[in-house]
């Protein structure tokens, strides 16, 4: 959608819950009212009154996840640490096997049979509705994250400044940037494509080319999204949050210390920010207020 509203000009971010421990790396949800949690303790959803885990009860993934993703309620992949990863079908967890024990950082799918993952030391794997088969890249490069447009337009970032792309056959280099590395990709379409990562850094694709775009920091930034293309955000080290406005990037006023490592929300009046130390920030469409607190993972 090229069409959302903007947000507004200026934010202030206030601690929604911070808890000391339990890292956050990723939060996402199939639904407006549906928000999920990933990180050092798991999976758990926010039920719109409070956040899970209450005292006593178990998550329904009790396992390190870096990140999750998918489709729809019953649609939905979790990955993780030595090679970990879950699909949930709307009633429970199944485990799958991408490849071996390494750490996997992040999931995008098209569909049930169209799944991508990328991690460490081997790249892409692809699952088709029935088997995992890895991709073959044009350099063996660490990868953190993939977003696509759709099955035969999909990237791929990661050290050295790669960049790939997969156009429904193979993969390709798209470009291998200056940044040491690039953290997160996330785009609308495949003329209008965001990457992220050390330095401050942020790249544009218009379809044709990358182009570095004027920073307002110089923070690691671990994570890219938006919910148009004139209202995208970036978050990162020390609690750094940045806008994009459709013209120009700025900070946002952020009370976080620790680094933010996912952004997500379903409208402009109901956006989250993860990091680590359990830290949530949350903003309701008036101001970042907190109003409850959660167990620590």
């Given at each position: 959608?090229?069409?959302?509203?903007?947000?507004?000009?200026?934010?202030?971010?206030?601690?929604?819950?911070?808890?000391?421990?339990?890292?956050?790396?990723?939060?996402?949800?199939?639904?407006?009212?549906?928000?999920?949690?990933?990180?050092?303790?798991?999976?758990?959803?926010?039920?719109?009154?409070?956040?899970?885990?209450?005292?006593?009860?178990?998550?329904?993934?009790?396992?390190?996840?870096?990140?999750?993703?998918?489709?729809?309620?019953?649609?939905?992949?979790?990955?993780?640490?030595?090679?970990?990863?879950?699909?949930?079908?709307?009633?429970?967890?199944?485990?799958?096997?991408?490849?071996?024990?390494?750490?996997?950082?992040?999931?995008?799918?098209?569909?049930?049979?169209?799944?991508?993952?990328?991690?460490?030391?081997?790249?892409?794997?692809?699952?088709?509705?029935?088997t995992w088969s890895e991709?073959?890249?044009?350099?063996?490069?660490?990868?953190?994250?993939?977003?696509?447009?759709?099955?035969?337009?999909?990237?791929?970032?990661?050290?050295?400044?790669?960049?790939?792309?997969?156009?429904?056959?193979?993969?390709?280099?798209?470009?291998?940037?200056?940044?040491?590395?690039?953290?997160?990709?996330?785009?609308?379409?495949?003329?209008?494509?965001?990457?992220?990562?050390?330095?401050?850094?942020?790249?544009?694709?218009?379809?044709?080319?990358?182009?570095?775009?004027?920073?307002?920091?110089?923070?690691?930034?671990?994570?890219?999204?938006?919910?148009?293309?004139?209202?995208?955000?970036?978050?990162?080290?020390?609690?750094?949050?940045?806008?994009?406005?459709?013209?120009?990037?700025?900070?946002?006023?952020?009370?976080?210390?620790?680094?933010?490592?996912?952004?997500?929300?379903?409208?402009?009046?109901?956006?989250?920010?993860?990091?680590?130390?359990?830290?949530i920030l949350r903003f309701?469409?008036v101001d970042w207020r907190?109003?409850?607190?959660?167990?620590?993972?």
């Amino acid at each position: 959608d090229a069409t959302g509203p903007s947000a507004p000009s200026s934010l202030e971010w206030i601690v929604e819950y911070g808890a000391v421990g339990g890292d956050l790396w990723d939060v996402w949800g199939p639904g407006p009212s549906e928000v999920l949690l990933a990180g050092a303790g798991g999976v758990g959803p926010f039920d719109g009154a409070a956040w899970w885990p209450e005292e006593g009860v178990e998550l329904p993934l009790p396992v390190p996840i870096k990140a999750i993703g998918g489709t729809a309620p019953d649609d939905i992949w979790a990955v993780g640490e030595n090679g970990r990863a879950y699909h949930f079908d709307g009633s429970e967890w199944v485990r799958h096997f991408p490849r071996g024990s390494s750490t996997l950082r992040d999931v995008w799918s098209n569909s049930m049979s169209d799944v991508f993952v990328v991690g460490r030391f081997w790249g892409v794997a692809r699952f088709d509705g029935a088997t995992w088969s890895e991709q073959s890249l044009p350099e063996n490069r660490y990868l953190y994250s993939v977003w696509g447009s759709g099955p035969t337009d999909v990237f791929a970032v990661g050290d050295e400044g790669t960049i790939v792309h997969f156009d429904g056959v193979s993969w390709e280099i798209s470009a291998e940037v200056e940044a040491l590395s690039l953290y997160s990709v996330w785009g609308f379409s495949s003329t209008d494509v965001f990457a992220v990562g050390t330095s401050g850094s942020i790249y544009h694709f218009d379809g044709v080319s990358w182009t570095l775009q004027p920073s307002p920091t110089e923070a690691a930034l671990f994570h890219v999204w938006g919910l148009s293309p004139s209202d995208v955000y970036a978050v990162g080290s020390s609690g750094t949050i940045l806008h994009y406005d459709g013209l120009s990037w700025s900070s946002q006023t952020s009370p976080a210390r620790e680094s933010l490592l996912s952004v997500w929300g379903p409208s402009v009046s109901d956006l989250y920010a993860v990091g680590n130390r359990g830290t949530i920030l949350r903003f309701d469409g008036v101001d970042w207020r907190q109003t409850h607190t959660a167990n620590s993972w």
